[in-house]
């Protein structure tokens, strides 16, 4: 349950900023919700609609939409969504050069109100907007996560017990690396109740279901045409958001700054990490095959270039 003085600041009233609010509300993570957007009314509008649900919710606390970031002062956690969406036809690095001017504003805003706020990044391309947001706010390397292993995760596992015909929730898995087509979907370590699905499924039907991973995100932007997905990525940063608030230390797959581990230094990629009132509180490291080794490889290459276009 939330602390009575919590407050989780999120940037962008967009699909995705309107869908972590409402799982905030819905969940009740924290004694403050503030709703920020650069455009008047729409906030506002929406945090009024929100505050409303509390009587079936049980939300105890309060939701404001606003347009100035004084509201946010001395915010817990901030979730960064604003940004432009992915349209059919268009990569994550598309977005990169527009979306890195939005957050660098964004991340100036929030280092002025709450300089020992935890930032989880969900705007896109996540690799590079997490270290644009590292860059620009000065920020210890565990107060800057981006949110993506924890979406492909979800996918993942959808994707798993569908094909096996099992609760969702029973099946354990983990994708590592870049949020984009490089992931590394990890069959080896994915198990249902325990038992490894490896044993369960065959390679082509694991095949298939790692390179639906790797695209998950273009299906849901193909079906929408005017959009990209919002529910469930939503959903994901509140999960984080609820771990460091709550300090519940629990391990998710997010991008965090590396400094060796995996044998990687200098770029934000998807491993596992246990997240706690500080932010990052370590990442769980462990060996892996060539195999993996190689594929993770391919997505610092991949992140190099994101970082490398930020100009930062």
Same mark, same amino acid.
Not at 156 to 169: C, D, H, I, N, S
Not at 227 to 244: D, W
């Given at each position: ?59 105890? *606390? !309060? ?10 002062? #001395? ?7 604003? $940004? ?6 268009? +990569? ?6 527009? #979306? ?15 300089? #020992? ?23 210890? !390397? #565990? ?50 109740? *325990? ?6 499924? +065959? ?7 790692? !390179?639906?991973?790797?695209?998950? $995100? $273009? ?40 400094? $060796? ?14 997240? *706690? ?16 080794? +190689? ?18």
């Amino acid at each position: 349950m939330s602390s009575d003085s919590s407050k989780l600041t999120i940037v962008g009233s967009g699909a995705v900023g309107t869908s972590a609010a409402h799982w905030a509300v819905a969940r009740n993570v924290a004694q403050e919700i503030i709703l920020v957007d650069v455009v008047e009314g729409i906030p506002q509008g929406k945090a009024v609609d929100m505050s409303q649900s509390a009587p079936l919710c049980g939300f105890n *606390g !309060k939701v404001l939409g606003t347009c100035d970031y004084a509201d946010t002062m #001395n915010s817990d956690v901030v979730i960064i969504t604003a $940004g432009l969406a992915r349209k059919p036809g268009m +990569s994550r690095e598309d977005l990169l050069l527009k #979306n890195v001017q939005i957050v660098k504003q964004v991340t100036e805003n929030i280092v002025a109100q709450s300089p #020992n706020a935890v930032i989880v990044v969900v705007t896109n391309p996540i690799d590079a907007m997490v270290y644009t947001v590292f860059k620009v706010s000065g920020f210890p !390397k #565990n107060q800057v996560v981006g949110m993506a292993g924890v979406l492909d995760s979800a996918r993942y596992r959808t994707f798993l017990a569908q094909a096996l015909g099992v609760a969702p929730k029973d099946v354990t898995a983990l994708v590592m690396g870049i949020h984009g087509d490089n992931m590394l979907p990890l069959t080896r370590l994915a198990s249902v109740a *325990g038992v490894p699905v490896e044993e369960l499924l +065959s390679r082509q039907e694991l095949e298939k279901i790692v !390179k639906r991973t790797q695209t998950g $995100g $273009g299906e849901i932007v193909q079906h929408l045409k005017t959009g990209s997905a919002f529910t469930t990525p939503g959903l994901c940063a509140i999960e984080m958001a609820q771990s460091v608030l709550w300090d519940e230390k629990r391990v998710l797959p997010c991008a965090a700054y590396l400094e $060796g581990e995996f044998g990687i230094s200098g770029v934000f990629l998807g491993v596992p990490v246990v997240l *706690g009132r500080s932010g990052v509180e370590r990442i769980v490291e462990f060996r892996l095959t060539e195999e993996e080794r +190689s594929a993770l490889d391919d997505s610092v290459e991949a992140v190099k270039r994101q970082v490398a276009a930020t100009g930062l």
